[in-house]
């Protein structure tokens, strides 16, 4: 029997918010299960691991982010920006301009750990612009568009000199940054290791080959580093106490390309509730060699 129009929609609507909220929810959770996904294997139940160094309660990442911005008043139409934030709080400087010339600005964040698919933060600070100051407040958010890029937005009030009084203006920011984990734990102080690390022996520089498949190890955990660093820098104020268990289901390699399935399940705990929240699956990370090392070209899960 065929649903009703109506009933249809509501159902891929809730599948669409379903995958939303498991791959922002549990970032971290499946993100981890590629640490152990190190040599081969012929699939069967997952072995039980232990938790990954550098994603735990004791943990405080801090991220770096670089980036540009659009906006109003009219001080704020184009600029450059820059922030650190450790776990929940932050600062953040921007300089730019408009019509009426050069503006710097300075911010104090402080991220809530409000368990929703995306980092929230409230933001207060002061833009120099003129011989002018203009305090303003902001709620913010950033929205990761993947490879530790995010897209940028905030909303609020600043309090604009006009001759001898202040006027109330509508403030508005979006752009887009880069986000740079600092550190994802001690043990673990380079999470963002060089591609290079996939490759054959000998380093960055090797003379071209045959697909190496030995090398598929060291592309695989050097997407581990990079997704859990991603992560970290994504939901890091929101999440914390990682656990998982894994295996590696299949390894395909075909020429120059190369697919591993892993299954996974996991769990973070959210911050503000203490609620533990589960999920389990399969994911798939493609390779291609490039002549020197398997480059990632494709993730799915």
């Given at each position: 029997?065929?649903?009703?129009?109506?009933?249809?929609?509501?159902?891929?609507?809730?599948?669409?918010?379903?995958?939303?909220?498991?791959?922002?929810?549990?970032?971290?959770?499946?993100?981890?299960?590629?640490?152990?996904?190190?040599?081969?294997?012929t699939?069967?139940?997952?072995?039980?691991?232990?938790?990954?160094?550098?994603?735990?309660?004791?943990?405080?990442?801090?991220?770096?982010?670089?980036?540009?911005?659009?906006?109003?008043?009219?001080?704020?139409?184009?600029?450059v920006?820059?922030?650190?934030?450790?776990?929940?709080?932050?600062?953040?400087?921007?300089?730019?301009?408009?019509?009426?010339?050069?503006?710097?600005?300075?911010?104090?964040?402080?991220?809530?750990?409000?368990?929703?698919?995306?980092?929230?933060?409230?933001?207060?600070?002061?833009?120099?612009?003129?011989?002018?100051?203009?305090?303003?407040?902001?709620?913010?958010?950033?929205?990761?568009?993947?490879?530790?890029?995010?897209?940028?937005?905030?909303?609020?009030?600043?309090?604009?000199?006009?001759?001898?009084?202040?006027?109330?203006?509508?403030l508005?920011?979006?752009?887009?940054?880069?986000?740079?984990?600092?550190?994802?734990?001690?043990?673990?102080?380079?999470?963002?290791?060089?591609?290079?690390?996939?490759?054959?022996?000998?380093g960055?520089?090797?003379?071209?080959?045959p697909?190496?498949?030995?090398?598929?190890?060291?592309?695989?955990?050097?997407?581990?580093?990079?997704?859990?660093?991603?992560a970290?820098?994504?939901?890091?104020?929101?999440?914390?106490?990682?656990?998982?268990?894994?295996?590696?289901?299949?390894?395909?390699?075909?020429?120059?390309?190369?697919?591993?399935?892993?299954?996974?399940?996991?769990?973070?705990?959210?911050?503000?509730?203490?609620r533990?929240?589960?999920?389990?699956?399969?994911?798939?990370?493609?390779?291609?060699?490039?002549?020197?090392?398997?480059?990632?070209?494709?993730l799915?899960?």
């Amino acid at each position: 029997m065929t649903p009703p129009r109506g009933g249809a929609a509501r159902a891929a609507g809730a599948a669409r918010a379903g995958r939303v909220a498991r791959a922002a929810l549990l970032a971290l959770a499946w993100a981890a299960s590629w640490a152990s996904a190190q040599g081969p294997s012929t699939g069967g139940a997952p072995a039980a691991e232990p938790e990954i160094a550098g994603v735990g309660p004791d943990t405080v990442p801090a991220v770096a982010s670089f980036g540009v911005q659009f906006g109003f008043p009219a001080y704020r139409t184009a600029g450059v920006s820059a922030g650190l934030q450790a776990r929940f709080v932050g600062v953040a400087v921007h300089a730019g301009g408009g019509p009426g010339g050069v503006a710097f600005g300075l911010e104090a964040r402080a991220y809530p750990p409000v368990p929703v698919p995306l980092p929230l933060y409230l933001a207060g600070g002061v833009d120099l612009y003129a011989g002018r100051t203009a305090p303003y407040v902001a709620l913010g958010a950033h929205l990761p568009i993947g490879g530790g890029w995010r897209l940028d937005v905030a909303a609020g009030v600043a309090w604009t000199p006009l001759l001898d009084e202040v006027q109330i203006a509508p403030l508005v920011a979006v752009g887009t940054s880069y986000a740079v984990p600092l550190e994802l734990s001690a043990a673990d102080a380079a999470p963002t290791a060089p591609a290079a690390v996939a490759g054959r022996a000998g380093g960055p520089a090797c003379d071209p080959g045959p697909p190496d498949p030995s090398a598929l190890d060291a592309a695989l955990a050097a997407t581990v580093r990079r997704f859990v660093a991603d992560a970290v820098a994504a939901y890091g104020s929101v999440y914390r106490d990682l656990s998982y268990r894994t295996s590696v289901a299949s390894r395909r390699l075909e020429g120059d390309r190369a697919t591993l399935t892993v299954r996974y399940a996991g769990s973070v705990v959210e911050i503000l509730t203490g609620r533990r929240v589960e999920a389990s699956g399969e994911a798939e990370v493609d390779f291609r060699w490039d002549g020197c090392r398997w480059r990632r070209s494709g993730l799915r899960y």
